[in-house]
Nanobody, 117 residues
Framework: QVQVVESGGGLVQPGGSLRLSCAAS????????MGWYRQAPGKQRELVAT???????NYTGSVKGRFTISRDNAENAVALQMNSLKPEDTAVYYC???????????WGNGTLVTVSS
């Protein structure tokens, strides 16, 4: 059974930094694309950043240059370093992983990031 667990959310002032971590387990062949999504109050869930097994990254425009996604294939882990945070980055951040070979998506329960002074 695949499990996805996020950590690292919290309250930060505008301009500050946070690092989110996600640990996935339960896939015999590991994971292909791993990524982060977010959902702000009253809005739809949106893609933040993804990274393939080979390390190719993709970012939504509003976070380019501020956020960095990385992964450790051996540990089945993915992280999101968030710098220069803005109030509009406030949201619940979800980790999504796709199993390698069968390409099944799995989500974590989310971690809240609040950017406020």
């Amino acid at each position: 059974q695949v499990q996805v667990v996020e950590s690292g959310g919290g309250l930060v002032q505008p301009g500050g930094s946070l690092r989110l971590s996600c640990a996935a387990s339960g896939s015999i062949f590991g994971f292909s694309t791993m990524g982060w999504y977010r959902q702000a109050p009253g809005k739809q869930r949106e893609l933040v950043a993804t990274i393939t097994r080979a390390g190719t990254t993709n970012y939504t425009g509003s976070v380019k240059g501020r956020f960095t996604i990385s992964r450790d294939n051996a540990e089945n882990a993915v992280a999101l370093q968030m710098n220069s945070l803005k109030p509009e980055d406030t949201a619940v951040y979800y980790c999504k992983v796709i199993t390698y070979m069968y390409y099944e998506p799995h989500w974590g329960n989310g971690t809240l990031v609040t950017v406020s002074s």
